[in-house]
């Protein structure tokens, strides 16, 4: 549990974000802190909590604390129970927030403010921000902030549009005022409870004004919420565990005068399980009715995305163009990086000859060419390919369009055991499996997120990448396949491919042997399509090309110049003309040992040593193979890693050592061997269990050397390679 | 009759809830009571989820939870 344990080290003046999902809250966030926290049109981007600092004005800064989106404080997913855990720890704990400030989407005011409506009760000053005004302008039905917030009992009420980046000023001077002059909501609930209500809920408000020194309206809100669901008290046992109130006496009264509450209620002919939305509803109205809002129906409008939603979620067209918009990514990968590849590769080149000139001989030239510009550049080629794949992802979420492919596929994903709100985080594994892992949060049953986790790391990230890109240059023709595709981009769409499908049928297995806790269900609003914004599409490229950057200059280099010395050393007294001595040092040797057990999938010693150091990371795989040529061919010149491949032949057959059937078995190998040691680290942390990451590393492992074993020996005996 | 008995453009009210299932309470959270006004959207084949707009925005939702709601036209 991440959730509540940092409350203690918050010093000084705080305040929080919280909304409703794709509310804006992160958007808000990032204006407040001059921060960069990802932001995109998907219910559901953030699932974990961020801190950050905001200048209110000369006088005043604060810490900002941004939240997973959530509709209700009672919380249906496990990013929600970040949420109302949150909550709990600061009704129970000894620092609560000077201000929420709670985002509103103002273009769907009712399903928003419920959620004020809650955090109303809490007794900490509420500052309302109408977000999205963009939105609201367009269909012009405004409503005068100072009125709402007359009505509801909120410290202020004000208009803003992140987007259009107005308003944050106001926002600032607003909550700066309101934590020197605290404005108090009303001491009581702003709606009335009919006689048998109340007197089926007193002795819960009773318990929990006196064992938690709760307000009044606070009592009756969380008597309100507690019958709604078992999550609810759920989040009362969480808080326990985390050391704060209340104790194993206080829980079993609890449970006790819940369940006497909720069976009164039943007898009457009430429904506990929505008590509380019928009453907040009703309020809602009444406070919009008196603000002056247009009592029209909206459901017959329709809008823009609507329109746009009756070709792209088509039952036909829509599957269709989602696979098209795939193969087009996938394509792009290969057709647009071409030029770029080849200036960072004749870069390197340059870099290398530089050195060599102006270095003098010797283990230091030797170690910065071989090792450091001949391991780090291998990868560096291919930063453009990973920009091209985080571009177009982008695109995908910020638009709008990932909710609809969710929306789309949940269908399918439930048959295999999956959940439409899979389908963000598994694209999302095609950039890296760790966040999605994490975006596997919004996942409402535990079950279908366990399966999303386990089979998640299937998916091709951008670190294999660098493998197919060097297998497919190297041993794939350029040509047209059926007059259309370019064989290169049609085999690395296969083995991303191979990856998808398999994680599919696995889950669809896995889910047979993992038994369902609890519910699950689809509900998931749809964003409306949004032209995604140019900063924030390049915001992500740019982050995720320095992670990839900042990668090669760390682990990257620290492995190549680890493998330098290895592959270097001991030298040779005497050199035998026919046998290279790197067969003789060290990397030489681990290589050689472990060769017998990977000859069989058609690879050699060379590899072998990559797969061993690609379990730092799997891109590592290129630099070893890069650094191991550099190094055998004698630091006379930076060796050209594609032409080493291909010329590359066996010591005592003379044969090619490589084949297009050997570049094919080792992708294979690569689709899915568990070798990213990061991921699993996050899959312990995400299910609290070592069992998981254990089990995938073993189903991966088998997985990989079974199907590489079967793609090299059936390929031979077809007559490849 | 429930929302997933209504064709694609189909507008109605909602009247309540077929049984106690654990879905209910966060449709009503997002408003969906008795009274409010549903328009059908879409509906995935095959007994895929469906798309409702609801209180001017657009909801998805299992086609098992749109059995359980009752509406009148």
Known sequence: MTSASSIKDRTGDWIALLGNPNSGKTALFNLLTGLNQKVSNYPGITVERKMGRAVLSDQCQVEVLDLPGTYSLAPESFDERIVSEEILSWLHGPSPPRVIVSVVDASNLERNLYLTSQLLDLNIPVVVALTMMDLVKQNDHTIPPEKLCEELGAAEVLHMSARENWGVKELKEAIARVINEPVNGKPDLPFALSGP???????????????????????????????????VLDGFLQAQLDGQKPGDEQIRD????RDASISELKSQGHNPKTLEAHLRYRWLDGVLNRSGKPKK???????????????????FLGPVIFIGLLTLMFQSIFTWATAPMDWITQGFAILGEWVLVSLPAGMLRDLTVEGIIGGVGAILIFLPQIMILVFFMTLLEDSGYM???????????????????????????????????????????????????????????SARLPVYALMIGTFIPRKKVLGLFDAQGLTLVMMYLLGTVTALVLSKVFSH????????????????????????????????????????????????IVLWFLASYPKLEKTNEDINPIHHSYAGKIGHAIEPFIKPLGFDWKMGIGLITSFAAREVMVSTLATIYNVEAGGKDIVHLKEALLKDKNPQTGMLLYSPLVALSLMVFFVYAAQCMATFAIVRNETNSWKWPFVMIVYMTALAYISSLCVYQGGRLLGFG | MTIASLEAGEIAT????????????????????????????????????????????????????????????
Request: hydrophobic letters at 45%; charged letters at 20%.
């Open chain 1, 197 to 231: 209500v109340r007197s089926s809920l007193v002795h819960l408000m009773e318990f929990f004004k006196k064992e938690f020194g709760y307000g009044s309206r606070l009592s009756w809100a969380q008597a309100l919420r507690i019958i709604t669901r078992d999550s």
């Open chain 1, 254 to 257: 609890l449970q006790k005068l």
């Open chain 1, 297 to 315: 129906q909206t459901v017959d409008r329709s809008t823009t995305s609507e329109k746009a939603d009756q070709i792209l979620t088509h039952p």
């Open chain 1, 403 to 461: 909710a609809r492919v969710a929306f789309m596929l949940d269908r399918l994903m439930t048959k295999m055991g999956l959940h439409g709100r899979s389908v963000l985080p598994m694209m999302t594994g095609y950039a890296c499996a760790i966040p999605g892992v994490m975006a596997a949060r919004t996942i409402d049953s535990w079950k279908e997120r366990l399966v999303t986790i386990l089979v998640l790391p299937l998916m091709s990230c």
């Open chain 1, 513 to 560: 042997f993992i038994h369902q806790k609890g519910q699950s269900s689809f509900i998931m609003e749809m964003p409306p399509y949004r032209l995604p914004l140019a900063r924030s599409v390049l915001r992500q490229v740019s982050l995720r090309s320095k992670l990839f950057v900042i990668n090669a200059g760390k682990i990257i280099m620290a492995i190549s």
């Open chain 2, 14 to 73: 909602v009247e309540g809830y077929l049984n106690e299932q654990a879905s209910q309470s966060r449709l009503v959270e997002m408003g969906l009571l008795p009274g409010t006004p549903v328009r059908m959207i879409k509906k995935i084949p095959l007994n895929g989820p469906v798309e409702i707009k609801v209180r001017n925005f657009y909801l998805s939702l299992r086609r098992k939870d749109a059995r359980n709601i009752l509406i009148k036209k």
